[in-house]
């Protein structure tokens, strides 16, 4: 076989890759539908969203969208928030989320998830999650495969809600205590950044300063966290100037540690994300000037009617709320930290 | 590294492979030394050091034993008969320290990394025992990658240029480079320098036939790894995590999950390694000839990590038992013994130290040591009792020769390598006795579905992830069983075929594979050792 040919079959082999992973990207994508709409979180919905009608995006891993409902700030202050959240994510995907995400949204505020920031402790961590980060940009196909195999394959057939009704919350119920020794935060070791996470981090936030962008580090109740990750993260924003709000901290004593996690301490479930969203609803109120726009009639529409379907769901799950978030935790009549 | 990451597969490999090609056919193997160096450092960072030295090490060490039979060779002309004899009997005890000194020291430096606590463990076990006051404290220490598998290719070496099987290379960088070669440094094979040095060290020209070859093989192990193996380790892990909440029947069940899990990591790593080789023009050995067709215990480990079993049977099993104290021990034999036990004897005294290595080289537990004995006490017994057991089959008129005995043999060796996989992946020995003992209580049938559920397994993934591989491993080992090389078969078959083949072979890997959001696959399971 001659020198050209060899070329010619390898990169007709390569375009028929190609098109067979964006095919089952598309597919993935299709299927990535849950029939229960507030079971419909996935983060890559906020593509979906019109427009310039975000103003706060949370990003960062199961953490985010285990403990921020946007759809509780549009009810109590009209704020437009989408939680962006991907199990175990990592700094560089932060980075490469965000980036898609401006291409179409123009947040006031970000909320930059910690926890995403030790995960990677290694190099070779890190660069595997900075290939695929932008792997799965091309091909979506890799974010999304286990969607494939789903039980509901006729779901390609349908033409499903577009958007995430609950704004990329996943509404937990469950609950289940955290054991003694996961109530006091830990001291931990000492730990700081990997230099190529960092990289990211910097990067990260350079992106939303340059897209006007207030950046806020946060780090939502966990006992998955340290007393030691902690200071590394404050030190590092007080080196940027940037706020850094450390639930753990902030919401000590008021975060019942038997009741608000859905997995022993790990996570929040519906009432311990009850407790962070107001905080953070209250946080916004008094610190960023967001537009209320339970007025503006271009979305008002469809934010309301996804509040409606979302509460629907949780009296249907039997989870009960005060009428509003902030009357329900006096802690937020406590002036903020920072 | 691991071989089925992001990093291995798009931001090294593929570069690698390029640099390979465009460089000067000369300089290629400086290529494949510089990606090695790099691969090993991002894995291992300063811990280089260890496999320098290693390297360093046996080149001098052969160069040494190389130069000295050299200059006997110029000189024995000259010699009279007595002292060629005495000279050449001199400089066997030369090259015998230099060995026994390389293997000392690169030994040396794989217990001091890999066995230190170990020892230190079993030495205050012996003191408790002995009312001895005093205790060995625990060292973190950190272990080179690969130390298990380039330390015996190292000694292998240093022995082969000594036995006159390979000559001592020139280049020390080239030994660096055939010890740290990137795709066999994590989990083997573990390669003889006679078969791949001169392969490592000149620059091989592009071949379609062998690329394209060494792309289907890493298919083949990407599909075992990430779509089998990592898939069927979750259920795994829940069994053997807590199997006193499971009934016989599911133990049993993930029992043979698990044997098939490490099946497909381990041979699944290996295709990748010799697929990441082959796409350079390299063939390294083969580790894996369908093991579950074996017919005896003794025939599973010639099929299965083969390379560590040859390396056992020519560097411990031979010169143990060519050694003095053995050939003495062989004399007495036949004096006491008829002809058959006066052979098996001593036989089984070397046999003993080729499976306390076996046991031992897979890591630093006691259970690791049982592993290996498990197998030598059913070697042990089997050859002990082969006389009675011909008398027996002879008495029933049993043909051994006939197919439906070997189907039987094939069985029980089946049943006993599980057992044996069981006691590797139990979290110890404790463990291991209790969950072979809780496979013969009966438990319900009707439990199995909802037991299964518990592991978080469900009727489907039963299906995709054991069945159908249990299927699929069984159609290509017949095949090569028979001496049929389905890539030679699918190198046959028109473009429009073979696209399919690979194409279809891409979208199972990529869209049942256990990779992704929320999802850590698991290490391979040899590259801890």
């Known amino acids: ?338 | 590294m691991q071989y089925n990451s992001y990093m291995y597969l798009f931001a090294f490999l593929i570069p690698v492979v390029i640099l390979y090609y465009i460089i000067p056919i000369k300089y290629r193997w400086g290529v494949l030394l510089t990606a090695s160096i790099v691969f090993y450092l991002f894995s291992s960072k300063y811990l280089i050091v260890s496999i320098l030295f290693t390297s360093l090490l046996v080149y001098l060490a052969a160069k040494n034993i190389e130069d000295r039979n050299l200059k006997f060779k110029e000189i024995k002309k000259s010699l009279e008969k007595p002292e060629r004899k005495l000279l050449k009997e001199k400089n066997e005890k030369k090259n015998n320290l230099v060995c026994g000194l390389v293997a000392i020291i690169s030994l040396g430096i794989l217990f001091f990394s890999k066995y230190l606590n170990f020892a230190g463990n079993i030495a205050n076990s012996f003191c408790r025992l002995l009312n001895i006051n005093m205790q060995f404290e625990t060292v973190h220490l950190l272990m080179p990658l690969g130390i298990s598998f380039y330390t015996l290719s190292a000694i292998a070496y240093v022995i082969d240029v000594k036995r006159g099987v390979c000559e001592a290379e020139k280049k020390p960088l080239k030994i660096f480079l055939f010890l740290s070669f990137f795709p066999t440094v994590t989990e083997g094979p573990i390669e003889r320098y006679k078969n791949v040095g001169k392969m490592l060290s000149t620059g091989h020209s592009f071949d379609y036939k062998t690329f394209c070859f060494g792309l289907q093989l890493m298919m083949w192990g990407l599909f075992k790894k990430i779509v089998v193996a990592d898939n069927l380790n979750r259920y795994v892990m829940v069994v053997f995590r807590d199997y006193k909440n499971f009934g016989n029947w599911v133990i049993i069940l993930m029992v043979l999950v698990y044997t098939l899990e490490l099946y497909a990591d381990f041979s699944g790593c290996i295709d990748i390694a010799r697929g990441s080789a082959e796409l350079f023009g390299i063939e390294l050995s083969e580790n894996f000839k369908q093991p579950f067709v074996s017919k005896t215990v003794n025939e599973f480990w010639q099929r299965w990590n083969i390379t560590l079993g040859s390396f056992l049977r020519d560097y411990v099993f031979y010169p143990v038992s060519l050694s003095t104290g053995f050939q003495n021990l062989s004399k007495k034999s036949k004096k006491v013994f008829n002809n058959y036990y006066a052979t098996t004897v001593p036989m089984i005294f070397a046999l003993f130290m080729v499976w306390l290595c076996n046991g031992l080289w897979h890591g630093s537990e006691v259970k690791y040591v049982v592993y290996g004995l498990y197998y030598y006490a059913i070697l042990t017994l089997g050859l002990l009792l082969e006389p009675l057991f011909k008398k027996i089959f002879e008495s029933l008129n049993i043909n051994r020769e006939s197919k439906g005995y070997q189907r039987c043999q094939i069985a029980r060796t089946f049943i006993l390598v599980n057992i044996g996989m069981m006691i590797f992946n139990s979290k110890d020995i404790a463990s291991a006795k209790e969950m072979f003992f809780a496979m013969f209580k009966p438990s319900a049938i009707s439990n199995i579905p909802q037991e299964l559920l518990n592991t978080g397994m469900q009727s489907p993934a039963m299906v995709l992830l054991f069945i159908i591989p249990v299927i699929i491993f069984a159609f290509v080992g017949h095949f090569h069983e028979q001496g049929i090389s389905i890539r030679e078969y699918l190198a046959q078959k028109p473009l429009f075929y073979r696209w399919s083949f690979y194409l279809a072979g891409v979208a199972v890997i990529i869209s049942l594979g256990a990779y992704g959001v929320g999802f850590k696959g698991a290490d391979f399971i040899y590259a801890q050792f």
């Open chain 1, 1 to 338: 076989m001659t020198r050209q040919n060899i070329i010619i079959r390898f990169f007709a082999f390569l375009m028929a890759v190609f098109l067979l992973l964006q095919a089952l990207g598309w597919i993935s994508i299709k299927l990535m539908q849950n029939t229960n709409p507030v079971l419909n979180y996935y983060s890559k919905k906020i593509y979906n969203e019109p427009e310039n009608t975000i103003d706060v995006i949370s990003i960062g891993s199961s953490d985010v969208y285990s403990s921020i409902s946007p759809l509780e700030w549009w009810k109590d202050y009209g704020y437009t928030g989408f939680s962006w959240g991907e199990a175990s994510q990592r700094p560089a995907e932060n980075y490469v989320y965000l980036k898609k995400i401006y291409e179409k949204q123009k947040p006031k505020v970000v909320f930059l998830e910690t926890a995403t920031f030790f995960r990677d402790q290694s190099d070779i961590d890190n660069i595997n999650t900075t290939i695929k980060a932008y792997l799965e940009q091309i091909f979506p196909v890799f974010a999304y495969h286990r969607f494939l195999w789903g039980p509901n394959p006729v779901r390609i057939f349908n033409s499903p809600p577009k958007k995430s009704v609950s704004k990329g919350y996943f509404v937990r119920p469950e609950v289940e205590k955290a054991q003694d020794s996961q109530k006091v935060l830990k001291k931990g070791k000492k730990i700081k950044m990997n230099k190529i996470s960092k990289y990211w981090v910097d990067k990260t936030i350079e992106l939303c300063e340059k897209n006007g962008s207030k950046v806020v580090l946060l780090k939502c109740p966990s006992s998955d966290w340290s007393k030691k990750k902690y200071e590394s993260i404050k030190k590092y924003a007080d080196k940027k100037g940037i706020e850094f709000l450390d639930l753990n901290y902030e919401l000590s004593g008021y975060i019942d540690w038997d009741n608000d996690t859905c997995d022993g301490g790990i996570h929040m479930n519906y009432f311990g994300a009850s407790k962070v969203t107001s905080y953070l609803g209250d946080y916004l109120s008094e610190n960023c000037k967001l537009k209320d726009h339970r007025k503006d009639k271009k979305i008002k529409k469809s934010w309301n009617h996804n509040y409606k379907v979302y509460k629907k769901e949780l009296e249907r799950a039997g989870l009960k709320r005060a009428d509003s978030f902030s009357a329900a935790n006096p802690l937020l009549q406590k002036p903020f930290m920072n």
